[in-house]
């Protein structure tokens, strides 16, 4: 199994930056994809970005391309979203998903992020 923990959300104005952390732990050595996705309020849980553990190849949504970076650190076990250029409509709860050829699909917890107009 994998562990994930996120963290980085908070409360931000529009047009500012934030940078989310997602750690994995347990059974890493056999993930091969890591990603973001977010629930906005009253909406259903959307996809965001995506990262191959291996060779880095990045996918994002439309909505967020070009705004948000997708990135990891290997050695730590650690996958990053950089948020740039927030609007408020990216105001959600924030997940971490891991895939493992052994564990299958692992979600984190959420990290809420608000962003005010």
């Known amino acids: 199994q994998v562990q994930l923990v996120e963290s980085g959300g908070g409360l931000v104005q529009a047009g500012d930056s934030l940078r989310l952390s997602c750690a994995a732990a347990?059974?890493?050595?056999?993930?091969?994809?890591l990603g973001w996705y977010r629930q906005p309020p009253g909406k259903e849980r959307e996809f965001v970005a995506r990262?191959?553990?291996?060779?880095?190849?990045?996918m994002y949504a439309d909505s967020v391309k070009g705004r948000f970076t997708i990135s990891k650190d290997n050695a730590k076990n650690t996958v990053f979203l950089q948020m740039n250029t927030l609007k408020s409509e990216d105001t959600a709860i924030y997940y971490c998903?891991?895939?493992?050829?052994?564990?299958?699909?692992?979600w984190g917890q959420g990290t809420q992020v608000t962003v005010s107009s």
């Open positions: 998903k891991a895939n493992s050829y052994t564990s299958g699909a692992s």
């Open positions: 347990g059974r890493t050595v056999s993930m091969y994809a």
């Open positions: 990262i191959d553990w291996r060779d880095g190849r990045e």
